[in-house]
């Protein structure tokens, strides 16, 4: 049974700094694709970043690498989720999600990830 669990969310101020962390148990973690993605309340959920099984990146438009940076720590099954410069319109619910198998791009289509976590609040206010 797959399992992702995320953590490190919480309340920061603005021009703040989170890293969030997905652990996996229960899959294949080193061969698939990796991917974090958010939800603000009454809106869409949208790519924000993933990473190959060889760590090939790719980043949504809104969240290009220099703000976020995603990485995977194959050792300890982790996904990680750097995030710095904290702004409000960052708020929202990030969830992790394990996708395809030894892809040559990291997928930006959420439709291509099959398991996802449980989500981890993220709130960025004064």
């Known amino acids: 049974q797959v399992q992702l669990v995320e953590s490190g969310g919480g309340l920061v101020q603005p021009g703040g700094s989170l890293r969030l962390a997905c652990a996996a148990s229960?899959?294949?973690?080193?061969?698939?694709?990796r991917g974090w993605s958010r939800q603000a309340p009454g809106k869409a959920r949208l790519f924000v970043a993933a990473?190959?099984?060889?760590?090939?990146?790719?980043y949504s438009v809104d969240y290009e690498k220099g703000r976020f940076t995603i990485s995977r720590d194959n050792a300890k099954s982790t996904l990680y989720l750097q995030m710095n410069s904290l702004k409000p319109e960052d708020t929202a619910v990030y969830y992790c999600a394990a996708g395809g198998f030894y892809r040559a791009v990291a997928e930006k289509d959420l439709g291509s990830y099959e398991d996802w976590g449980q989500g981890t609040q993220v709130t960025v206010s004064s």
């Open positions: 990473i190959t099984w060889n760590g090939h990146t790719s």
């Open positions: 229960g899959l294949t973690f080193r061969s698939r694709t």
